[in-house]
């Protein structure tokens, strides 16, 4: 299968998702997620029109950014070590695992001055121990402090949800992320307009698309495995 033909079932497969939810596709933006791919392969992703794509570990990311800076928008969707934060920012445009200060206080020291970051918290919803970050109930808490940090804007929340194998399982998870999003876009924070929802992979993305997912983050059943 190429990338091409796995993309047009993809999108297919967002249209029934919207359509059943009452939802518009254009608000679903797909992240190729690259991490078991080639440059080659993702070059075939980018030819095919996806226009972003995702990485979890940093030598990874960088690879890719080297390659194809200027042709995507750049998502670090892994854990982040702030160590490594300073070799990303100006080149990553979305982190998706802000789940502690000490994380926004390096991001905002290597953030130049008057530029933003756009952040997802990530949040624990499951609350599986092999899980990053925040607990929900310490999610509204921890975005208010975000204020003392100019840099970040949190355009989001970002979940995992754990493997399930019927997917239909995971939309408890979903659902509760996007319950809390909305409380929190109410609170009409200026550093946290929390518009978007990152969540759903490959096994699970339909069920997302339908409890409002706007960025999906896909890597096998998109681009596959090398
Ligand atoms: C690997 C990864 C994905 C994509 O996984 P697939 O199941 O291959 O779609 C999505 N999100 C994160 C955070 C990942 O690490």
């Known amino acids: 299968m190429t990338v091409a033909n796995n993309l047009a079932q993809i999108q297919e497969t967002i249209k029934k998702a919207c359509s059943s939810s009452g939802r518009d596709p254009e608000n679903v933006t797909i992240i190729s997620v690259t991490k078991y791919v080639s440059l080659e392969k993702t070059k075939e992703a980018i030819e095919a029109g996806i226009h972003h794509i995702g990485e979890n ?62 952040c997802f918290v990530q949040v624990n919803v499951s609350g599986e121990a092999s899980k990053a970050g925040l607990a929900p109930e310490e999610t509204i808490d921890f975005i208010k402090q975000l204020k003392n940090y100019p840099a970040i804007q949190v355009i989001g929340l970002m979940t995992m949800a ?28 200026e550093h946290a307009p929390c518009n978007e929802l990152s969540m759903g992979m490959s096994n699970d ?22």
Not at 59 to 64: N, P, R, S, V
Request: hydrophobic share 35%.
């Open 57 to 118: 570990r940093l030598e990874g990311a960088l690879e890719k950014w080297e390659a194809f800076q200027g042709q995507a928008g750049f998502h670090f969707i892994g854990s982040l070590q702030s160590k490594k934060v300073k070799h990303l920012v100006g080149k990553y445009d979305y982190y998706h695992s802000l789940d502690r200060l000490s994380l926004a206080k390096e991001l905002q020291k290597r953030c130049p001055e008057n530029q933003k970051l756009q």
């Open 162 to 189: 754990p493997f399930k194998e019927d997917p239909e399982d995971t939309r408890p998870v979903f659902r509760r992320l996007r319950h809390l999003r909305d409380k929190i876009r109410e609170l009409r924070l």
């Open 205 to 226: 993305f339909h069920v997302a698309v339908e409890e409002g997912a706007t960025y999906i983050r896909l890597g096998s059943t998109l681009v596959g495995r090398e």
